[in-house]
């Protein structure tokens, strides 16, 4: 049985390495890679592509699930609201990319998997917004203590959920990175995990029973989450 093959959106960031200094270059962590060859399936890297935000057919005709991967904040006009002065290092270009592969993959019955930023475009895809600075609501740092730091909470998830299904437990401990969060949910998305501590929601998935999920934590960074080897096996199907 052939591998299915899973886009996963990159970053584009600035980075030094060989005799390209300071390049603007397509980033994606290596653990997404090996968390998705693990489980079976193959990695197609999305940087932001113009004529795909115009018209995501073509490029969705070749995945058979689509990751909407971590990174830089989304800028606020993409959610139609004021900027806050935390929103930072943002790309218009990625979040119309990847909020139009999103609502084609909609569409098209695709899994779809958003991690971290990516469940905020989720979010955003399907008529949400967001809470641009969570610590000033929350009170506190904790699921982004230090810059290059992972945070560790718990999270628990709703049972008989697509992410309790998806994760295999509904229990779990996470890692996070995230200043960003979920204010309005976006319609037909429903919350589905909240972080154990402070209640705010760590995860939203489809009301229509497609494989639609967006988590805040970061499961390709844990070997032992099921989530990525969730998605690969549906996508084979």
């Not at 093959?5 to 290596?30: F, H, N, Q, R, T």
């Not at 760590?202 to 998605?231: K, M, N, Q, R, Y």
Request: a negative charge.
């Amino acid at each position: 049985m052939p591998r299915p093959l899973i886009g996963v959106c990159a970053a584009v960031e600035s980075a030094s390495y060989g005799v390209w200094k300071d390049e603007s270059a397509v980033l994606l962590p290596l653990s997404y890679a090996r968390a998705i060859h693990g489980a079976g399936g193959m990695v197609a890297m999305l940087p932001p592509d113009r004529r795909a935000s115009e018209d995501p057919a073509e490029l969705l005709d070749k995945l058979d699930a689509l990751v909407l991967a971590g990174g830089a904040d989304i800028d606020a006009e993409s959610q139609g609201v004021v900027p806050h002065p935390e929103t930072v290092g943002t790309n218009p270009d990625r979040d119309r990319f990847e909020i139009a592969l999103a609502l084609g993959a909609l569409d098209r019955g695709i899994p779809v998997l958003g991690v971290c930023r990516g469940m905020q475009v989720l979010n955003v895809a399907c008529g949400g917004t967001l809470d641009q600075h969570i610590p000033e609501r929350l009170g506190h740092e904790r699921h982004r203590p230090l810059p290059g730091s992972w945070a560790e909470h718990d999270v628990r998830i709703e049972p008989g959920s697509l992410a309790a299904a998806a994760a295999g437990t509904e229990h779990l401990t996470v890692k996070s990175h995230h200043h960003q969060g979920v204010d309005r949910i976006g319609e037909s998305l429903t919350p589905s995990a909240w972080a154990a501590d402070d209640e705010s929601v760590e995860a939203v998935e489809s009301s229509d029973g497609d494989f639609v999920l967006g988590v805040l934590w970061h499961p390709e960074e844990d070997a032992a989450d099921a989530i990525i080897p969730t998605l690969v096996s549906t996508a084979s199907g």
